[in-house]
């Protein structure tokens, strides 16, 4: 493996790779005859020398990032990783385990770091298994949830499939709840009329009055409510559902209280937000996704469930050829995926790296910073926060003296997209109450309050130059 310098290459490579992560560079759009070059290549016929494909990966690939390297990076909910994970997935790359069952390392590793999620958030006990992201996750889960409903009322769902003429199942989630809840429940044969959207509150909660009243009604109307699927943090404004009285509720009525975690959960490690979060001791399960804030390399998510024997029923399903080895149960009695990458040591090795007091530090500094933009657009003239900032997403809006709501509405899309193709700092828009909105979301570990500044100076230029146009 030597004789053809492979391990000089690596070096190359792992250069190429620091030179990226310390070059923290922004989104730069490809060049239109670069991108068919990409996009249409032919496979060469002949193989090609390691080192010519390390080249072309320099000068025709990592030049033209995504962005989210940059501290200047505030769009969806995407942070940069964390070298000690990139480093992570190269040597899980090397040991290439199918991590699924067995008396190897990788099996132990993501055991513990499994453990490990589920104690920072508190969620405790039960059993779980890293997945490729809060999407998976959170499929897993309302699996499970479904298993255990038509278990309750004595059918066979793994069996049946949904064919059997029973009540048919429904599931709650705020308006502002992840579309992956929604993707979930048409994929576990609910179809998306199941999935009943609950208004929120003037602080874009799951609003508990109009769900309880939601549940009766449809109860009444023959369905067969099985699971509320609320928000440890949206995606558009961080919003907390009220997690003490969902629990409670969820108590009351039989149902299964399942939490999107994804992006908010790891904020339990903040003393302020924490008592928002206890209730996630008391939920069925959790999607977490380490990708996010802890800066884990995607992809890796984590799915959490409190009966593991039951999410075990939901999914087991061994092979003859799979039987007679040890370490069963293996994670393919947990979830959909037989063979498995190993996701675990990028992260086991990232949250060793920050310690609990790393990974607390990383999320109070960030809702600090939300809190500075806050602040700052606050005091502006024109500016507007239209959301309570709970996390790190701050939404906004920009409005210049003089234009009418309509002017105001068609400046926020136009605002994102000269910011994007201005270079200087990356920030998207959304939709809030069905008025556009700016969103920026803060999760690079480097963003100083300087960004935020710039932030704010970026915005209102490309404002300025849109009026003047
Ligand atoms: C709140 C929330 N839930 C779920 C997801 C989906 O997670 P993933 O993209 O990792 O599948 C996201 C992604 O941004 C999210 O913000």
Redesign the pocket.
């Known amino acids: 493996m030597d004789g053809d310098g492979l391990r000089q290459l690596g070096h190359r490579a792992v250069d190429l790779a620091f030179d990226h992560l310390e070059g923290r560079p922004g989104y730069r759009s490809v060049p239109p005859e670069l991108r068919r070059l990409l996009q249409d290549a032919p496979l060469p016929e002949a193989g090609q020398p390691v080192a010519d494909i390390l080249e072309r990966v320099a000068t025709q690939v990592l030049p033209y990032p995504m962005g989210n390297a940059s501290p200047r990076f505030f769009a ?3 942070s940069p990783p964390a070298p000690v994970g990139v480093l992570g997935d190269l040597l899980a790359a090397a040991m290439n385990p199918a991590c699924t069952f067995g008396d190897h390392a990788d099996v132990y590793v993501e055991r513990c770091a499994v453990r490990w999620l589920s104690e920072l958030v508190g969620f405790g006990g039960g059993t779980g298994l890293l ?8 499929l897993t889960c309302i699996a499970a949830a479904r298993h255990r409903a038509a278990r309750q009322d004595g059918w066979d769902v793994r069996a049946d499939g949904l064919q059997g003429g029973h009540a048919p199942l429904s599931l709650y989630v705020s308006e502002d ?5 929604r993707k979930a429940a048409e994929l576990l044969g609910l179809g998306s009329r199941a999935v009943r959207l609950v208004p929120m509150d003037g602080e874009f909660r799951m609003d508990v009055g109009a769900l309880a009243a939601m549940l009766a009604a449809d109860r009444a109307a023959g369905w067969r409510p099985f699971c509320v699927a609320a ?5 558009n404004t961080g919003a907390i559902d009220p997690l003490d009285e969902l629990v409670d509720l969820c108590a009351a009525e039989g149902l299964w209280l399942h939490v ?5 959960a790891f904020a339990a490690l903040d003393p302020e937000v924490a008592p928002r979060l206890a209730a996630l001791g008391r939920a069925d399960s959790l ?1 977490l ?1 380490p ?2 804030w802890l800066q884990v390399p ?2 890796c ?1 984590c799915a959490l469930v409190r009966d593991a024997e039951l999410l075990r029923a939901a999914f087991t399903m061994v092979p003859p050829y799979l039987r007679d080895v040890e370490g069963r149960p293996g994670f393919d009695e947990y979830g959909f995926q037989q063979t498995r990458g190993f996701r675990a040591l990028k992260l086991w090795m990232g949250l060793q790296e920050a310690g609990r007091s790393g990974c607390a530090e990383m999320v109070m500094r960030h809702r600090r910073l939300a809190r500075h933009l806050e602040g700052l657009l606050g005091s502006a003239p024109d500016f507007e926060v239209v959301a309570p900032v709970t996390l790190s997403v701050v939404c906004f809006r920009h409005a210049p003296a003089g234009l009418d709501a309509g002017a105001v509405d068609d400046l926020q899309r136009a605002v994102a997209s000269a910011v994007q193709a201005g270079g200087e700092a990356y920030l998207t828009s959304s939709v809030l109450g069905g008025r556009p909105v700016l969103r920026a979301c803060i999760l690079h570990r480097d963003t100083s309050e300087d960004d935020i500044a710039a932030l704010v100076d970026v915005v209102r230029r490309a404002g300025r130059a849109l009026a003047s146009a």
């Open positions: 969806w909910v995407n997945t490729s992201g809060g999407s998976m996750a959170s709840g992840h579309n992956c809840l928000s440890a943090g949206t995606t999107d975690g994804a992006y908010g999607a996704d990708h996010k995607l992809e998510g």
